[in-house]
């Protein structure tokens, strides 16, 4: 592959791309910037809210495109090309998915699910490992709702096919379950990459995630990444050709993408 394929990056932010604990990624910051000069689009695919993820542009000092609430919302591909939206809404607000959750799923189940909405502060800081602001921007959402489960793996799939006959979804992240539209995070993927092929002839696309809620985008990509995850076992995961990395994040991500652009013959 020649240097004039464009290569776009989707990244997952927490334990991929950001430290897992700290949320820090001051190692990688100057990488990131250098693969950004170089003229490689990253694009952030998120559960994190769109506070979270502007806040993260800050602190890099770039403003990048995004993917936030597991797929709900595209934002900033005016970036990429003037021609393209600004903002892609692909989920019905939160306040209507809610509204199904409760007239569908049976009081049994619904007992099973402690809204993340309802509990004390201090059990959110210690749920998201967050505080004060950061705390506030994290369930600062507009297309889902965050919940624990405290049934079974039976019971969880009960309530996954209730759901998804309603046409809404689980998707489960490192922390909490979200309740989402029938989006996620491979469809948004999808649909940035025909909107970039309208103008770009050829695209390689790199898909780096840590948790089951970005296998789906990782099966969906050129290059497929795994950052280090002690919760995952590698031969339980069946994607071909998957990089993994061996150090958690954030050198773990810079470690995979290195490896990625060398798969792809692609030198920065």
Request: charged fraction near 30%; include cysteine.
């Amino acid at each position: 592959m020649t240097k004039k394929s464009t290569i776009v990056i989707f990244t997952d932010l927490d334990g991929s791309l950001l430290h897992r604990d700290t949320f820090t990624f001051d190692p990688i910051k100057n990488y990131i910037k250098s693969l950004i000069n170089d003229g490689i689009i990253i694009i952030p695919n998120s559960s994190k809210t769109e506070k979270e993820i502007e806040k993260f542009n800050e602190e890099l000092g770039v403003k990048l495109p995004y993917i936030s609430e597991n797929g709900s919302s595209i934002q900033g591909l005016n970036i990429i090309n003037a021609n393209f939206p600004d903002k892609i809404v692909l989920s019905r607000e939160k306040e209507e998915l809610i509204k199904i959750f409760k007239d569908k799923v049976p009081e049994q189940l619904k007992n099973k699910c402690v809204q993340i909405s309802e509990i004390s502060k201090k059990e959110q800081e210690k749920i998201f490992g967050q505080k004060d602001d950061n705390l506030k921007n994290a369930l600062n959402r507009k297309y889902t709702s965050p919940f624990l489960f405290k049934g079974d793996k039976n019971e969880q799939n009960k309530l996954s096919k209730i759901l998804s006959s309603n046409s809404l979804t689980l998707q489960e992240g490192g922390r909490v379950i979200n309740l989402c539209d029938d989006i996620n995070k491979v469809k948004s993927m999808n649909k940035v990459m025909k909107i970039l092929k309208k103008t770009e002839d050829k695209i390689k696309s790199i898909a780096v995630g840590d948790n089951y809620n970005d296998l789906d985008m990782l099966r969906n990509s050129d290059v497929p990444c795994l950052v280090f995850n002690d919760n995952f076992k590698l031969d339980q995961i069946n994607i071909n050709n998957l990089i993994f990395s061996n150090m958690p994040s954030p050198e773990g991500w810079a470690d995979v993408i290195k490896k990625a652009l060398a798969k792809l013959d692609y030198n920065v």
